[in-house]
């Protein structure tokens, strides 16, 4: 029914055009900078439904982006992403133009919004609508994210190994815990079913001592209220959701409990009051993005505990299917000792798309990476490839050009993390004087930020730019078929090429060359609002070849509603560009090769490549 009710609002739009700009250049909307006459219905609303988000034209959309950002679980700016909105600003046009995101999990800290039991700092909380507004401005949708790990930091000693984030410092003084430990820890996650200090809070939480949830669930609306006031309805239209709260564990199971009915008894009524609470702060219209038990999908068995809200019924477009997943065997140094393959990671992000299916609603990964300092980081190019290439696609790039109909739907996902201050953190840890951290991310050892500011303030990546700004297809009008991207990221000096154009088609393969490429199979839905596909920076029109049975171009022209291949510039005024294929037939089988491979293509090339896909897509999708 949501999803019907978006595509007759998008009829109504696109005949109002029709009736006024008929065959004339398109005027730009009122809005964002750079928007075209679709932008502003189609960013109207953000719909959970039927294994995809939806958009106010009815397009299927993928949201990519990152986490921003762990400098929220820090002290050093009092529990807010950035010093300042000028690096808010800063931050998210790095994070469009450069990392090729469309989406944020903008994180929020309970400690920060109440700092006094029943006292809602009313000024961190316009600090933060007016951090969040410079991603909403920049064209990107932001969910917040109340954080937390390990419970709260201040569960730990000013000595301690590790440290925590979430809990005010009144909810752990109504607590009676024992002075923390982790024994013998070798990653801090371990804290989480080692120290009986998070343990035991984490099971106060979820059973309400002391009315500690009632008082979270309180302040969350507070904050959602205030979002919701404190924002246009222009702005409010670009927030997709909330996610309750970062990675729920019981700490410890009741006598006879198991993951399973912790899940069913103790987090789903958690969340429908959430849920509650969200549609009293006037948040009704837009999902919950709801995490499962996190062992849920663990890739070590030992740790892995049954979950995945299986026993949560149908969600619907109320909730979305929000899971992170980390390779620990990767991680852990010891059960991985070799670099991540071609489909290393098909099976769990399948897992994903299956498990959110089966609950009538889109999955969502809000946190993976792998850390880019220490022993383990040399992993890092591939796993991050690997992982990204399941978010495309259930298919080994070995497997995909010869069964495109399995590659399932395109997941979205936001990787942990962007801190612009990475390396450069002045953290008292625990409020120790003496431990001032400033290395990484300055939070127990980890280094996973994509991005950091260079000597002159300038942000600048820490991965592969191949590998971070990608192509994928941000809306599609109609229904997405299959997709698949290779990125040609390098490892070192090697570059990675997993998923080559097979010798069956030659001249594809011979268009492409050494180049990336993108390839896009949908079913149109008779719109005229275009498809769009974000273009890498790697990707200027210029260089930019596109094969398609809409027609062939390189160099594609400006976007007018005639012109079927064409580019543009991304809404927000960052920079960014854009690949839009319009098709306003209905149920047609249409495909688009993106390249930036041979330079200067002949007509012939072009037209033999054509004729290759056109038969290849018939065989294989038909």
């Not at 929000?322 to 393959?341: C, E, L, P």
């Not at 796993?383 to 010869?402: E, H, I, N």
């Not at 080559?500 to 030659?506: G, K, Q, R």
């Not at 070849?545 to 022209?557: E, F, I, K």
Request: hydrophobic content about 40%; some cysteine; charged content about 20%.
């Amino acid at each position: 029914m949501a999803k019907l009710r978006a595509r007759l609002l998008g009829v109504l739009v696109l005949l109002t055009g029709l009736l006024t700009v008929t065959g004339a250049q398109p005027a730009t909307a009122d809005g964002l900078p750079d928007s075209l006459w679709f932008d502003e219905p189609a960013a109207a609303t953000l719909t959970a439904d039927n294994g995809h988000f939806t958009d106010g034209l009815g397009r299927e959309v993928v949201l990519r982006g990152y986490n921003v950002s762990g400098e929220t679980k820090l002290a050093e700016n009092d529990g807010l992403p950035f010093a300042s909105v000028a690096d808010a600003k800063k931050s998210a046009t790095a994070l469009r133009a450069l990392g090729g995101g469309n989406s944020v999990r903008f994180l929020l800290s309970w400690a920060a919004a109440e700092p006094v039991r029943g006292q809602v700092d009313t000024a961190y909380l316009a600090a933060v609508t007016a951090q969040l507004r410079a991603f909403l401005d920049a064209g990107i949708r932001v969910f917040p994210d109340f954080h937390q790990d390990l419970y709260s930091r201040h569960l730990f000693d000013p000595d301690s190994w590790y440290s925590g984030d979430g809990a005010p410092k009144w909810v752990v003084d109504a607590g009676d815990y024992p002075d923390e430990s982790c024994g013998v820890c070798l990653f801090w996650g371990q804290n989480i079913t080692q120290n009986e200090a998070v343990k035991q809070a984490s099971y106060d939480f979820w059973h309400n001592a002391n009315g500690v949830q009632d008082a979270f669930l309180t302040t969350a609306q507070s904050t959602m209220a205030y979002l919701q006031q404190h924002l246009s309805a222009a702005e409010f239209a670009g927030v997709a959701g909330f996610d309750p709260l970062n990675e729920p564990y019981a700490g410890t199971y009741d006598s006879g409990q198991t993951s399973r009915t912790w899940e069913r008894d103790v987090l789903w009524p958690f969340y429908t009051k959430f849920r509650a609470r969200m549609d009293a702060a006037g948040w009704q219209a837009k999902p919950a993005f709801v995490e499962p038990n996190l062992f849920w999908n663990g890739n070590l068995d030992f740790q892995k505990q049954e979950g995945g809200l299986l026993d949560a019924g149908t969600l619907g477009p109320r909730y979305v299917f929000n899971t992170h997943f980390y390779d620990q065997k990767a991680i852990s140094g010891v059960f991985m000792w070799g670099k991540a393959r071609d489909g290393q990671y098909a099976t769990d992000f399948g897992t994903v798309r299956d498990r959110a299916a089966a609950a009538g609603t889109t999955g969502f990964v809000s946190e993976f990476g792998h850390p880019l300092s220490g022993s383990v980081s040399d992993k890092a190019p591939t796993v991050l490839k690997a992982m990204y290439q399941a978010l495309d696609s259930r298919l080994p790039g070995s497997t995909w050009w010869d069964r495109p109909a399995s590659s399932g739907p395109v997941l979205s996902g936001t990787q942990w993390q962007w801190d612009l201050y990475n390396g450069r953190h002045q953290e008292l840890m625990n409020g120790n004087p003496d431990k001032v951290l400033t290395s990484g991310d300055a939070w127990n050892d980890e280094d996973l930020s994509a991005v950091a500011l260079d000597d002159s303030g300038r942000p600048v990546l820490r991965q592969d730019a191949r590998l971070l700004d990608r192509l994928y297809p941000s809306a599609t009008a109609g229904t997405t078929v299959a997709f698949t991207y290779e990125d040609r990221s390098r490892d070192g000096s090697t570059t990675l090429t997993w998923n080559p154009v097979p010798s069956s088609l030659p001249h594809v393969s011979q268009l492409v060359g050494a180049g990336q490429y993108g390839l896009l199979l949908w079913r149109s839905d008779g719109t005229d609002a275009p498809t769009e596909l974000h273009l890498p920076a790697s990707f200027p029109a210029s260089a930019t070849t596109v094969v398609s049975d809409l027609g062939t171009t390189t160099a594609p022209p400006a976007y007018t509603r005639t012109t079927p291949v064409a580019a543009a510039p991304e809404p927000g005024g960052t920079g960014a560009h854009r690949l839009l294929l319009t098709a306003p037939d209905s149920g047609t089988l249409h495909y688009a090769l993106i390249t930036n491979g041979a330079a200067a293509p002949s007509a012939d090339l072009l037209s033999a490549a054509r004729t290759e896909l056109a038969a290849w897509a018939a065989t294989k999708v038909g």
